[in-house]
């Protein structure tokens, strides 16, 4: 049974940076046919994704040109997890944060989800 | 980056009734590659459709998808009362994955 455990603070100072941690369990994060992505949730946005690691013979990321310039996810091998880093935040990155994997059967979709992680941006 | 529109924004149903949700988007999807998904108070997304027509694994037949271009619809055949929630659809076939606003599917 494929699971996605998310970890990380809830509360981020604005300017600072928010970073999370996905860990995965029953797949691996260098499986050669899914993807890894995140995804967050806010009233005023609704759900929006943000970008995406991957492993096709070396690694790749995707983001989201709404923050491609702030914006970093990483894998890590050795703990079997990937991470979010979002710089310089504001209020408006205030959202529920979900990781997810996009399956290697099936074109571009979330199957498996994290539990998500209420980030409060606030001082 | 392609738009999605749900209608309508609140759907009130009964239980055994019949559910029909609808997604337009902004410009034709390549392959009808546009998902469904529910979503209930506090918990993470649930993959119900994919490729407009396509059941994710484990969800009940009652669960339809169809439509091309830029006209879906999500059927529920009759409706338990599990069912009802927030139903979102997102277009996947093109890397700037967009979702719609959601439809909330309440009890009468």
């Known amino acids: 049974q494929i699971q996605l455990q998310q970890s990380g603070p809830g509360l981020v100072k604005p300017s600072q940076t928010l970073s999370l941690t996905c860990t995965i369990s029953g797949d691996s994060v260098s499986s050669s046919g899914a993807t890894w992505n995140w995804i967050r949730q806010s009233p005023s946005r609704g759900l929006e994704w943000l970008g995406r690691t991957y492993y096709r013979s070396k690694w790749y990321n995707n983001y989201a040109v709404s923050v491609k310039s702030r914006i970093t996810i990483n894998p890590d091998t050795s703990k079997n997890q990937f991470s979010l880093q979002l710089n310089s935040v504001t209020p408006e990155d205030t959202a529920v944060y979900f990781c997810?994997?996009?399956?290697?059967?099936?074109?571009?979709?979330?199957?498996?989800w994290g539990q998500g992680t209420v980030v409060t941006v606030s001082s | 980056e392609i738009a999605l529109t749900q209608s309508p924004g609140i759907l009130s149903l009964s239980p055994g009734e019949r559910a029909t949700l609808s997604c337009r988007t902004s410009?034709?999807?390549?392959?009808?590659?546009l998902a469904w998904y529910q979503q209930k108070l506090g918990q993470a997304p649930r993959l119900l459709i994919y490729g407009a027509s396509s059941r994710a694994t484990g969800i009940p037949d009652r669960f339809s998808g169809s439509g091309s271009g830029t006209d879906f619809t999500l059927t529920i055949s009759r409706l338990e009362p599990e069912d009802f929630a927030v139903y979102y659809c997102?277009?996947?076939?093109?890397?700037?994955?967009?979702f719609g606003p959601g439809t909330k599917l309440e009890i009468k």
């Open positions: 410009q034709s999807i390549n392959n009808n590659y």
């Open positions: 997810a994997r996009d399956p290697p059967e099936i074109h571009s979709v979330f199957d498996i």
């Open positions: 997102q277009q996947h076939g093109d890397i700037l994955f967009t």
